[in-house]
């Protein structure tokens, strides 16, 4: 981090720490990882003693595979963490301008914590099942959230059948904006319209479930969930469903050795029939949720054939193009309803 950046930090909570005095910044490490945000970990000590931070901020321009917005994310953290059914790291400052920080940033605490894919990449298929009945309350408490008490810049869809007309009609869209021909989106759209799954009550979506996102807790192996920059309301099942294209790419999967289990206590905690939970309907699901983060890919792919963006993480991602074509035809095979003739 740069003198420049460190001074802007320690100014920041310098005017913050309820004059304790001057503030000295320890052991600023930036968190790697992640394709969206400019993620550190940092140690701030004064009169109040030292306390560890967790820093979230926007990348320079063209940088990022995603554009999202920080004070969209800032204002769902702070109703979450008011209401308090989901456990997340606490959200305690916030720079929406930049102007303090040098761009958008929110700071929370910093817990002491392994990444629950961190957890499961040291255990076996059969220690990692003790990691299910949390995982489905973690996943569960986002989707019971009262989604009356979100923000009012969380957009509320007119219905369920609106919202997946909404999501299969962006498959067609993406397809006309992408930089070359693809005629397989709008297969894509057509097989999601035709299939559509049993109807199922909006509710809270995180948008990017999956094990580096779930913190657990050392000593009180509380299980704390973040990055939140996707999250919506929409089709609890998206999460369900990204839950298993992400760890297609990114074993070892935590569910899918205890699959049976996790559903049945997935259902118990949301009251969500097996008739709408099932390994087929979260198949279908494997398929829609990709879009979010596969249209953001296509989007800033066209910028660099464009050559509006050099972004080297941009760039890298592009090999998960070819994966995601694979992901989706074997999904659609799981939900029943791909065969060779689809082909």
Same mark, same amino acid.
């Given at each position: 981090? %740069?003198?420049?950046?460190?001074?802007?930090?320690?100014?920041?909570?310098?005017?913050?720490?309820?004059?304790?005095?001057?503030?000295?910044?320890?052991?600023?490490?930036?968190?790697?990882?992640?394709?969206?945000?400019?993620? %550190?970990?940092?140690?701030?000590?004064?009169?109040?003693?030292?306390?560890?931070?967790?820093?979230?901020?926007?990348?320079?321009?063209?940088?990022?595979?995603?554009?999202?917005?920080? #004070?969209?994310? $800032?204002?769902?953290?702070?109703?979450?963490? !008011?209401?308090?059914?989901?456990?997340?790291?606490?959200?305690? $400052?916030?720079?929406?301008?930049?102007?303090?920080?040098?761009?958008?940033?929110?700071? %929370?605490?910093?817990?002491?914590?392994? @990444?629950?894919?961190?957890?499961?990449?040291?255990?076996?298929?059969?220690?990692?099942?003790?990691?299910?009945?949390?995982? &489905?309350?973690?996943?569960?408490?986002?989707?019971?959230?009262?989604?009356?008490? +979100?923000?009012?810049?969380?957009?509320?869809?007119?219905?369920? %059948?609106?919202?997946?007309?909404?999501?299969?009609? @962006?498959?067609? !869209?993406?397809?006309?904006?992408?930089?070359?021909? *693809?005629?397989? +989106?709008?297969?894509?759209? &057509?097989?999601?319209?035709?299939?559509?799954?049993? *109807?199922?009550?909006?509710?809270?979506?995180?948008?990017?479930?999956?094990?580096?996102?779930?913190?657990?807790?050392?000593?009180?192996?509380?299980?704390?969930?973040?990055? /939140?920059?996707?999250?919506?309301?929409?089709?609890?099942?998206?999460? +369900?469903?990204? /839950?298993?294209? &992400?760890?297609?790419?990114?074993?070892?999967?935590?569910?899918?050795?205890?699959?049976?289990?996790?559903?049945?206590?997935?259902? *118990?905690? !949301?009251?969500?029939?097996?008739?709408?939970?099932?390994?087929?309907?979260?198949?279908?699901?494997?398929?829609?949720?990709?879009?979010?983060?596969?249209?953001?890919?296509?989007?800033?792919?066209?910028?660099?054939?464009?050559?509006?963006?050099?972004? @080297?993480?941009?760039?890298?991602? #592009?090999?998960?193009?070819?994966?995601?074509?694979?992901? /989706?035809?074997?999904?659609?095979?799981?939900?029943?309803?791909?065969?060779?003739?689809?082909?």
């Amino acid at each position: 981090m %740069s003198d420049e950046a460190i001074a802007r930090l320690t100014a920041f909570l310098g005017r913050r720490n309820d004059g304790a005095g001057p503030v000295t910044i320890h052991d600023y490490t930036p968190i790697t990882g992640g394709y969206s945000r400019a993620m %550190s970990r940092f140690w701030a000590e004064d009169a109040n003693g030292r306390r560890g931070y967790v820093m979230r901020a926007d990348p320079p321009p063209g940088q990022s595979i995603l554009d999202t917005d920080r #004070t969209y994310e $800032w204002e769902l953290l702070q109703a979450l963490d !008011t209401e308090g059914s989901v456990r997340l790291p606490k959200p305690l $400052w916030f720079d929406p301008t930049g102007d303090e920080l040098g761009s958008p940033a929110f700071i %929370s605490e910093n817990l002491e914590c392994d @990444s629950l894919h961190m957890l499961t990449q040291r255990g076996t298929p059969e220690s990692n099942r003790q990691y299910t009945r949390q995982l &489905a309350e973690a996943i569960a408490s986002v989707h019971n959230f009262p989604i009356d008490r +979100l923000p009012a810049g969380v957009r509320r869809p007119a219905s369920w %059948s609106a919202y997946l007309d909404e999501c299969i009609a @962006s498959w067609r !869209t993406a397809e006309a904006a992408h930089a070359e021909h *693809e005629p397989f +989106l709008r297969v894509v759209a &057509a097989w999601l319209d035709a299939h559509r799954p049993p *109807e199922t009550p909006l509710r809270l979506v995180h948008g990017d479930f999956q094990g580096p996102n779930v913190l657990v807790q050392h000593g009180t192996g509380k299980y704390h969930m973040i990055d /939140w920059e996707l999250a919506h309301i929409g089709d609890p099942r998206e999460d +369900l469903g990204w /839950w298993v294209l &992400a760890h297609m790419s990114m074993p070892p999967d935590a569910i899918e050795n205890d699959k049976d289990s996790f559903l049945a206590s997935y259902r *118990e905690l !949301t009251g969500l029939s097996e008739e709408v939970v099932n390994p087929a309907t979260i198949a279908y699901f494997t398929v829609q949720s990709s879009a979010g983060v596969f249209f953001n890919l296509i989007k800033m792919t066209a910028r660099i054939a464009n050559g509006e963006t050099m972004g @080297s993480s941009v760039a890298y991602m #592009t090999n998960a193009m070819p994966f995601m074509h694979a992901t /989706w035809i074997t999904s659609m095979r799981l939900a029943g309803h791909w065969t060779k003739e689809n082909a």
